[in-house]
């Protein structure tokens, strides 16, 4: 009975103590660096939903002593388990997924995606369409696709290599276009370009594939890769070009290749450098766009007939390193004149539109409006979908 | 159950004693940074921070916040209430510099309803900072929105 007891005693005794020890540690701690200590919120506050929440969350993440152990709990983990945490999923071969996304791609979705009582996609989007034909603008829409809607067979193994396009996404689009709203679908464009493309994986099975080929997603990271990116940049100038919105123009550009190393955005944030460590940076062959006739790296116009409205897809290689090597740069390159752009991180759905409706100096000699998110912000859109009306 | 008992009194007696160890000093929250930075200068008492603070490793945003405004040190704020858009408020002031936004800083380490805090701002954001606004005052308020570049704790 004695030895029986000894485990369950032995384990009350360390849940008590962690119980005992941790809160008033942490109080502590903050009266010493002369904080109120956060608990007192509790009382402090009136206790809304959100206060509450606010304050679960504050007290998680700012607790010292969760602080210190985390990492080596979280490292434990992944070494053991290959759990990357609860913002990231680890492929195969070293890719790793942004599980949100991942979550988006596999749970059932209703439709019209609501975000909350934020509106719903396609009355902002038609919305805003309506808006800008009020001023004589075009809108082009272009969701860029989840690395796991592209790549699901790095995933997880059973998963077809065709992309297992999420059917709300499918029913997004279709709807879009059926209301008349011009999309650029690069789910199809991705899926086109993989036929007869060997997986990622076997890229270092010898030549079984033949020649290896660039993917269109980095493996570390959320975000396309050059390659992709610039198939993206090619169908949307093919699209304005065909179309007659926008006529080529005349600024001359080149290209400069520039090969850049890094750690992706989802292995960072796993926010343990023991993890990271267990990588090397990601090798990336970018090619940033010079002016030809300046030599200079590529810059916005603000007095383009063509706005770019986006998320973090526009930014990487743009704003980030090599800078002038992004989505926005080869639009133009293609183009052949400079763009405007508003880059809005994570803020594609509602956010980059708020922005716009503050600054409405950003529309003045608008011909087009491209206007890209990323799929998953379909459901999980920052600010869900809200109708912004332009001033 | 001893165990318990010896480190929790252990711990009480160690709060009273930290508790006694700093008396309370009144602090303008005035320093270097916050005095020269920006355009204006207050010293405001937060009212209300909207919805949820978002906290993500993946994005980061400013989230914009009411404050009813005390003193004007520098400048000039036309209105009682202003709106102050701060950049990743879940984390502590003096850890929030990066390389998009490099100048910003402060000593507060957490953000709470009733606290007074001392702040260099710019005005309007968007002329400052090029990114995700939260702002659950949209289509409500027309007022600008003030962009926090140092904001430090003050207390009585």
Redesign the interface.
């Given at each position: 009975m004695t030895a029986r007891c000894g485990p369950r005693v032995c384990l009350i005794?360390v849940f008590?103590?962690l119980i005992?020890?941790v809160a008033?540690?942490q109080?502590?701690l903050e009266?010493?660096?002369?904080?109120?200590p956060?608990i007192t919120?509790l009382v402090?506050?009136t206790p809304t939903r959100?206060?509450l929440?606010?304050l679960e969350?504050?007290l998680e993440?700012?607790c010292r002593l969760a602080q210190a152990v985390r990492p080596w709990v979280q490292y434990a983990r992944f070494v053991l388990l290959q759990d990357a945490g609860d913002?990231a999923l680890l492929g195969h071969c070293g890719w790793f997924f942004?599980r949100p996304a991942v979550q988006y791609l596999v749970a059932p979705c209703p439709l019209p995606p609501t975000v909350g009582t934020q509106g719903d996609i396609f009355t902002a989007i038609v919305s805003f369409r309506d808006e800008l034909a009020k001023r004589g603008i075009k809108l082009l829409v272009m969701p860029a696709p989840n690395k796991s809607s592209v790549y699901p067979e790095m995933l997880a193994a059973r998963a077809e290599t065709a992309a297992p396009v999420n059917p709300t996404t499918r029913a997004v689009l279709a709807t879009l276009k059926q209301a008349g709203v011009e999309v650029v679908d690069l789910f199809e464009v991705y899926g086109q370009g993989r036929v007869g493309l060997a997986p990622p994986q076997s890229l270092s099975d010898g030549n079984r594939w033949g020649k290896p080929h660039p993917t269109y997603y980095l493996a570390q990271d959320?975000h396309w890769s050059p390659e992709g990116m610039r198939l993206a940049a090619n169908v949307v100038a093919r699209r304005l070009l065909d179309s007659g919105w926008v006529q080529k123009g005349s600024v001359r550009y080149d290209t400069k290749p520039v090969t850049i190393h890094r750690h992706g955005?989802v292995l960072?944030?796993i926010?343990v450098p023991q993890v990271e460590r267990l990588y090397e940076p990601e090798q990336i062959d970018c090619a940033q766009v010079v002016n030809t006739d300046t030599g200079k790296p590529y810059v916005d116009d603000p007095d383009s007939p063509v706005l770019v409205l986006g998320d973090?897809f526009l930014r990487i290689f743009e704003r980030d390193e090599p800078g002038s090597g992004g989505f926005i740069a080869h639009l133009a390159h293609n183009l052949g004149f400079g763009l405007t752009s508003?880059?809005?991180?994570?803020?594609a759905s509602t956010?980059v539109r708020?922005?716009l409706a503050?600054?409405p100096a950003l529309l003045a000699g608008k011909k087009v409006v491209v206007w890209e998110f990323v799929e998953r912000d379909i459901r999980f859109g920052?600010?869900g979908w809200q109708v912004?009306p332009l001033p | 159950?001893k165990?318990?008992l010896v480190?929790?009194l252990s711990?009480?007696l160690?709060?009273s004693a930290?508790?006694a160890?700093?008396p309370q000093t009144a602090d303008t929250g005035a320093d270097a940074k916050v005095t020269t930075l920006g355009s204006i200068e207050v010293t405001a008492q937060l009212e209300e921070?909207?919805?949820?603070?978002?906290?993500?490793?993946?994005?980061?945003?400013a989230h914009v916040m009411k404050y009813k405004v005390l003193q004007v040190q520098r400048g000039k704020v036309d209105k009682d209430t202003i709106y102050v858009g701060h950049y990743n408020p879940?984390k502590p002031r003096d850890a929030i510099a990066d390389a998009r936004v490099p100048q910003i800083g402060g000593n507060v380490?957490?953000f709470?309803?009733?606290d007074v805090h001392r702040m260099a701002l710019e005005v309007?954001i968007?002329d400052y900072y090029?990114?995700?606004?939260?702002?659950k005052y949209?289509?409500q308020v027309n007022d600008p929105i003030y962009w926090a570049i140092w904001t430090n704790k003050v207390?009585k």
């Open positions: 005794v008590l103590v005992g020890v008033p540690s109080i502590v009266l010493r660096e002369g904080e109120t956060g919120d402090r506050q959100a206060n929440k606010r969350s504050d993440t700012k913002k942004y959320s955005d960072r944030m926010r973090s508003v880059v809005n991180d994570g803020g956010l708020q922005q503050r600054k920052t600010e912004i | 159950m165990v318990v480190m929790t711990l009480a160690l709060l930290s508790c160890k700093k921070i909207p919805g949820e603070v978002r906290n993500d490793p993946l994005y980061d945003y879940a380490k957490q709470r309803v009733g309007p968007d090029m990114g995700g606004i939260i702002n949209f289509g207390s």
